[in-house]
């Protein structure tokens, strides 16, 4: 029963998601045809004409990516609301939608691969999967960010919504500044032969990048977690 419930949540997140992706695809593909062909009609240059139509693949991929993360960031508390109407527990929902989540993203990565063909050459695999767990990392922050909004209420959403991003500017001005002000001892730092050479050791170890991302992708699915056990219905 409960794999048939969990079955339910991802059939239930690939509906939508996919709803909203074919969506944007009719709109993203008929804005450009029809810009190309005005094109067309105005200067009868067809050379121009398919140039521009080349474009359309790396298009669709940018805006199939954002309504992957949009998804993620609005959709979680109208799946939770959908999911309690519907007898199933946050614990079923929240491990339908993170199968849904990898599934989509990887469907997605493949779908960007095949639509980058157009205008690059294959990557290697070690690029591929880092590109992967970068998109990966990027909806799965996605998912955290709308667990923690879903908890809030209309209000609390705006002030939040608003807030965090001015306070974001206002410490990039401020570290902005202290660097500014700390240039001559990050200029001693740095002609430190030293302290170079310890960076140096550091940062071109390949281990090190992946646990730090291992570390990051833990908390932030802790997180997900966390929130999506403390949604509760709400009447605004």
Same mark, same amino acid.
């Given at each position: 029963?409960?794999?048939?419930?969990?079955?339910?949540?991802?059939?239930?997140?690939?509906?939508?998601?996919?709803?909203?992706?074919?969506?944007?695809?009719?709109?993203?593909?008929?804005?450009?045809?029809?810009?190309?062909?005005?094109?067309?009609?105005?200067?009868?240059?067809?050379?121009?004409?398919?140039?521009?139509?080349?474009?359309?693949?790396?298009?669709?991929?940018?805006?199939?990516?954002?309504?992957?993360?949009?998804?993620?960031?609005?959709?979680?508390?109208?799946?939770?609301?959908?999911?309690?109407?519907?007898?199933?527990?946050?614990?079923?929902?929240?491990?339908?939608?993170?199968?849904?989540?990898?599934?989509?993203?990887?469907?997605?990565?493949?779908?960007?691969?095949?639509?980058?063909?157009? =205008?690059? &050459? +294959?990557?290697?695999?070690?690029?591929? #999967? @880092?590109? !992967?767990? %970068?998109? $990966?990392?990027?909806?799965?922050?996605?998912?955290?960010?709308?667990?923690?909004?879903?908890?809030?209420?209309?209000?609390?959403?705006?002030?939040?919504?608003?807030?965090?991003?001015?306070?974001?500017?206002?410490?990039?001005?401020?570290?902005?500044?202290?660097?500014?002000?700390?240039?001559?001892?990050?200029?001693?730092?740095?002609?430190?032969?030293?302290?170079?050479?310890?960076?140096?050791?550091?940062? =071109?170890? &390949? +281990?090190?990048?992946?646990?730090?991302? #291992? @570390?990051? !992708?833990? %908390?932030? $699915?802790?997180?997900?977690?966390?929130?999506?056990?403390?949604?509760?219905?709400?009447?605004?």
């Amino acid at each position: 029963m409960s794999k048939q419930k969990i079955t339910l949540v991802m059939t239930n997140v690939f509906y939508r998601l996919g709803q909203a992706i074919l969506i944007t695809v009719g709109w993203v593909v008929g804005f450009e045809v029809v810009v190309s062909l005005m094109g067309l009609g105005f200067n009868h240059n067809l050379e121009s004409f398919l140039v521009t139509l080349q474009a359309i693949p790396s298009t669709l991929a940018s805006f199939i990516n954002l309504i992957l993360f949009a998804y993620f960031i609005v959709k979680p508390y109208d799946d939770f609301k959908w999911a309690i109407q519907n007898g199933i527990s946050r614990k079923t929902m929240w491990r339908g939608r993170a199968l849904a989540l990898f599934l989509a993203t990887l469907v997605i990565f493949i779908l960007d691969e095949l639509l980058s063909l157009a =205008n690059q &050459p +294959v990557m290697s695999p070690r690029t591929l #999967l @880092v590109n !992967f767990l %970068i998109l $990966l990392t990027v909806v799965m922050t996605c998912q955290a960010i709308g667990n923690g909004f879903g908890l809030l209420n209309r209000t609390w959403k705006w002030i939040v919504g608003i807030g965090l991003p001015v306070m974001f500017i206002i410490l990039c001005v401020m570290l902005g500044r202290s660097m500014l002000t700390l240039n001559n001892q990050i200029t001693a730092l740095v002609e430190n032969k030293q302290f170079v050479t310890a960076m140096a050791v550091v940062f =071109n170890n &390949p +281990v090190i990048p992946y646990v730090l991302w #291992l @570390v990051y !992708f833990a %908390i932030v $699915l802790g997180l997900t977690k966390f929130f999506n056990d403390r949604l509760q219905l709400r009447r605004d």
